[in-house]
């Protein structure tokens, strides 16, 4: 078993992949009446504080949704607050996440985002493409959709350069996303109350366990999680056959 910082313990064995869409930034910042950068301020805290807890659950990877294709079309001073939030987060923290064993990658498409965000991603990715004690991958101007279609078009370069064959199979398009790599998503975890997948991760979920749980972003820790992994451990899994396999010998 693994001792919380609360006293309460839980099993080390559970998902290995967890994604996260962190909803609810605005509703609590309305709630206390302060502009809705307040709430996505406090989403970081809430996010460091997550994946620092995330190996102590016995997670070896987690994904999280920081900003999706269609974000764009919020206010133009909430972009640009969210833009600089990422900015300083891949700024700030990458000392810690090389220091600490974090891989970092940033899923979603460069194209669109402002140079120096794409050179802050590419720095933080480069110092910490060593470490394998815990992959972070944030989702960054990214959409499900997108990532497919993106994966379609490296297929079919590649097709057209001679260098691999038609037809598509499932294998080389996974291996087109930017998720490549990464272990199978076992567990999806949106907050907030809304029960919605959000174009994230599509192809990633197909397996996955899904968890709503009702607790705002900002207000989302240790304990939260723990929640989530011990409601993953309760399900079965079946992987479209007849055999249950609990979750947590799913593998
Ligand atoms: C959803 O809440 C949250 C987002 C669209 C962005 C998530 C961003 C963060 C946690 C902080 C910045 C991220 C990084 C990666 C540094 P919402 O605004 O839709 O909330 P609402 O549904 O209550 O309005």
Same mark, same amino acid.
């Given at each position: ?29 309305? $709630?206390?009446?302060?502009?809705? *950068?307040?709430? #996505?301020? !406090?989403? @970081?805290? =809430? ?98 959709? $997108?990532?497919?279609?993106?994966? *379609?078009?490296? #297929?079919? !370069?590649? @097709?057209? =350069? ?90």
């Amino acid at each position: 078993m693994t001792a919380l910082a609360d006293g309460r313990s839980v099993s080390p064995v559970g998902p290995r992949h967890v994604a996260i869409i962190m909803d609810g930034n605005g509703r609590w910042a309305k $709630a206390r009446g302060l502009p809705r *950068v307040m709430g #996505h301020r !406090e989403g @970081v805290k =809430a996010l460091k504080r997550t994946v620092e807890a995330a190996p102590r659950l016995g997670l070896q990877c987690m994904t999280v949704f920081g900003f999706s294709t269609e974000n764009w079309s919020r206010p133009a001073d909430e972009v640009s607050d969210l833009m600089g939030l990422v900015r300083n987060y891949l700024t700030s923290d990458v000392d810690r996440m090389e220091r600490e064993g974090v891989r970092l990658r940033v899923l979603g498409r460069r194209r669109g985002l402002p140079a120096d965000i794409v050179e802050i991603i590419e720095r933080a990715e480069a110092r910490t493409a060593q470490n394998t004690r815990f992959i972070l991958q944030v989702a960054f101007n990214y959409g499900g959709r $997108a990532d497919i279609v993106d994966a *379609v078009h490296r #297929h079919v !370069e590649l @097709v057209m =350069a001679g260098e691999i064959r038609w037809p598509l199979v499932e294998k080389t398009l996974g291996a087109g996303l930017s998720t490549a790599g990464a272990p199978d998503v076992d567990l999806i975890i949106r907050t907030s109350g809304e029960k919605r997948l959000s174009n994230f991760l599509l192809w990633e979920a197909a397996y996955a366990e899904m968890v709503f749980q009702d607790i705002l972003w900002p207000d989302y820790g240790e304990a939260a999680l723990a929640e989530a992994v011990v409601a993953f451990g309760a399900r079965e899994r079946r992987f479209g056959g007849v055999e249950a396999r609990t979750a947590m010998a799913a593998g």
